[in-house]
């Protein structure tokens, strides 16, 4: 398992985004076991560098080629040939440039690209009071696997992850509210021994359980702890997250 570190908080979207893609690959049937060569389609806004999973009129259609046996990572404009990154705004040409950067160093590591979906970030959340309750108990796994190991635990028993729905739903509120909305899955194991999601929107001093209004115009609080305690006693405790020797890769 490889832990990326990184500063750049548009890089770690990307990055975010890439791993969820993959991920979201390992369940389509591949023609080999072992994947060498893969490619991806997204959408780039040119002044920030950042990628997003559907196009639109101010958004740039670009493919990322990965090459584990050349150890390449190549960014191709989607019909039209080689893409040229000095055609971008200096901050986004920054962030799309350190993207690749990261995706290089990982390839470096990996003997397969589907073990990137292995990769694990911590969440970016320096700016908020809840990041030492997210980073303790925040574990990379899908759904399937949160269940099995909250099943083994006692009823209130809860973890953080994200799943592709918290990403998905990460970059339509951000593009509606025109402001880098956070979102994370709260995973917990209910009184009935049922496992259940609640995805958590936040952004400066809001946090709140998303109830299917992009608007996001229901009640918020200041804080992830006093959002948790809005559920009363269905959550006890946190499942602390597991300490595992990993590779970190870091920009040099």
Same mark, same amino acid.
């Given at each position: 398992m490889y832990k990326l570190h990184i500063q750049n908080?548009?890089? !770690?979207?990307?990055?975010? *985004?890439?791993?969820?893609?993959? !991920?979201h690959q390992r369940r389509v049937p591949q023609k080999h076991q072992?994947? !060498?060569?893969?490619?991806l389609e997204f959408?780039?806004? *040119?002044?920030?560098?950042?990628? &997003?999973? &559907?196009?639109?009129? #101010?958004?740039?259609?670009?493919?990322?080629?990965? #090459? *584990?046996?050349?150890?390449?990572?190549?960014?191709?404009?989607?019909r039209h040939g080689m893409?040229?990154?000095?055609?971008?705004d200096p901050k986004g040409r920054q962030v799309l440039s350190e993207t690749c950067h990261y995706l290089k160093s990982a390839l470096k590591h990996l003997h397969n690209i589907q073990e990137l979906a292995h990769?694990?970030?911590?969440?970016?959340? #320096?700016?908020?009071?809840? !990041?030492?309750? *997210?980073h303790e108990s925040w574990h990379a796994v899908e759904r399937e696997d949160a269940e099995l190991m909250l099943l083994n635990t006692s009823p209130g028993t809860y973890l953080f992850r994200k799943d592709r729905?918290?990403?998905?739903?990460?970059?339509?509120?951000?593009?509606?509210?025109?402001s880098r909305i956070k979102c994370f899955t709260l995973t917990y194991l209910d009184p009935k021994r049922q496992v259940r999601d609640k995805t958590i929107v936040t952004w400066k001093d809001h946090w709140l359980f998303y109830d299917d209004d992009p608007t996001l115009a229901g009640n918020y609080f200041q804080s992830l702890e006093e959002?948790?305690?809005s559920l009363g006693t269905v959550l006890k405790r946190p499942?602390?997250?597991?300490?595992?020797?990993?590779?970190?890769?870091?920009?040099?």
């Open positions: 908080e548009k890089v !770690r979207i990307n990055l975010s *985004l890439i791993v969820e893609t993959i !991920r072992e994947q !060498r060569q893969t490619t959408a780039l806004d *040119l002044k920030t560098g950042l990628l &997003h999973l &559907h196009s639109a009129q #101010d958004l740039q259609s670009i493919v990322i080629y990965l #090459d *584990l046996d050349k150890q390449e990572v190549k960014v191709t404009k989607k893409f040229n990154m000095e055609g971008m990769c694990e970030f911590e969440p970016s959340t #320096d700016e908020i009071t809840g !990041r030492n309750l *997210l729905f918290a990403g998905v739903m990460e970059e339509i509120l951000s593009a509606a509210k025109k959002l948790l305690n499942l602390p997250a597991l300490k595992i020797n990993s590779t970190t890769v870091s920009k040099q």
